[in-house]
């Protein structure tokens, strides 16, 4: 049973560009949520994604989008990077919306120069 | 503002003492609260979680403790093993929403 997965492993962008990130939940969830981790800071929640719609917003600029797929996989698109941009991107998974347990994949880390 | 404090960075302990790991949140409408522990590049992994409505929850080795008046919760690690050092993240959820504190970085001494 495949757990959280999430590509690419690593990734480096300059100012400016546009970058997309990629998730695929754990086999049965429904659920999936995004979050920033910087270094040395806590996983900061971005949205939540449920139904292919966006159910739940953190505080983040429109420059950070989202897809859920009738898969359930899920998309993270960021736009005009910016230099605070770089860090862990987590995608985690539920069983549903109001499952508080979730598991999280391995993380993609993002470098913008 | 932070809604969720994990004020100690870091924490020794010795093998088969007690860990305790503390955190504190200042968000009344949490109604949830998880521990989540994070080797070296891999994600955050669910360990314990408590329902707003309970005061303590125990599964093995690890218990999780909830004072709502003080708006304080930790984890005790009975006895800690050099397997349980890692990063430990306390999260508090709000409708499904969770907010995670920095982390603490427990180091078991054999």
């Known amino acids: 049973d495949a757990g959280v997965t999430q590509s690419p492993t690593h990734l480096i962008k300059t100012r400016g560009q546009q970058v997309t990130l990629r998730c695929s939940p754990k086999?049965?969830?429904?659920?999936v949520s995004w979050y920033q981790q910087a270094l040395g800071q806590g996983p900061q929640f971005i949205f939540q994604?449920?139904?292919?719609?966006?159910?739940q917003r953190g505080n983040f600029p429109d420059r950070f989008s989202g897809h859920q797929f009738p898969n359930y996989s899920s998309e993270l698109n960021v736009n005009a990077l910016l230099l605070g941009d770089s860090a862990l991107y987590l995608c985690?998974?539920?069983?549903?919306?109001?499952?508080?347990?979730?598991?999280f994949g391995p993380g993609t880390r993002l470098t913008v120069t | 503002d932070q809604q969720v404090k994990q004020n100690s960075p870091s924490l020794s302990v010795q093998e088969g003492r007690i860990s305790i790991l503390n955190c504190d949140y200042t968000?009344?409408?949490?109604?949830?609260f998880l521990w989540y522990k994070k080797y070296p590049a891999e994600g955050p992994t669910f360990l314990i979680s408590?329902?707003?409505?309970?005061d303590k929850n125990e599964d093995g080795r690890f218990t999780v403790f909830l004072n709502k008046s003080a708006k304080h919760l930790s984890l005790h690690i009975v006895p800690s093993q050099p397997g349980d050092s890692a990063v430990y993240f306390c999260?508090?959820?709000?409708?499904?929403?969770?907010?995670f504190g920095d982390g603490t970085t427990l180091t078991v001494k054999p």
């Open positions: 408590i329902s707003s409505i309970k």
């Open positions: 985690a998974s539920s069983l549903d919306r109001g499952d508080y347990e979730q598991y």
């Open positions: 968000n009344s409408m949490f109604d949830y």
């Open positions: 994604y449920y139904e292919e719609e966006e159910r």
């Open positions: 999260a508090a959820s709000d409708a499904g929403k969770s907010t």
């Open positions: 086999s049965g969830h429904d659920t």
